[in-house]
């Protein structure tokens, strides 16, 4: 899981890029993460997502539910904050831990 986020003011963007390491395909996919408190999602993309308080909710959609191996995908979002810009600082991946790059 690599993460590139941008802040300004009380806005920030976070893409995320999630590379399937394993030797199988992941055939539909949820990636959970925390989100800092006080952020909240405004827009996202490539991902149908939901925030349930400060935890998010990533699936796949149409054209990326399935991950060969060695293959990427990338999503992400916008959020307002009210002082924390944070990055989500882990994430589970059809709920087994992701490890976590940039």
């Known amino acids: 899981m690599d993460r590139t986020v941008r802040t300004w003011g009380t806005g920030t963007t976070v893409d995320l890029t999630v590379t399937n390491t394993g030797g199988t395909p992941v055939n539909g996919w949820t990636l959970e993460f925390p989100l800092a408190l006080g952020q909240t999602v405004t827009s996202d993309w490539n991902t149908d997502l939901t925030q349930g308080g400060n935890t998010v909710t990533a699936t796949g959609t149409a054209h ?5 191996p060695g293959a990427s995908i990338t999503l992400g ?4 904050h ?6 989500p600082p882990r994430f589970t991946l059809n709920r087994d831990a992701c490890a976590v790059g940039r």
């Open 64 to 68: 990326n539910a399935t991950i060969a």
């Open 77 to 80: 979002y916008l959020a307002r």
């Open 82 to 87: 009210t002082g924390d810009s944070s990055p």
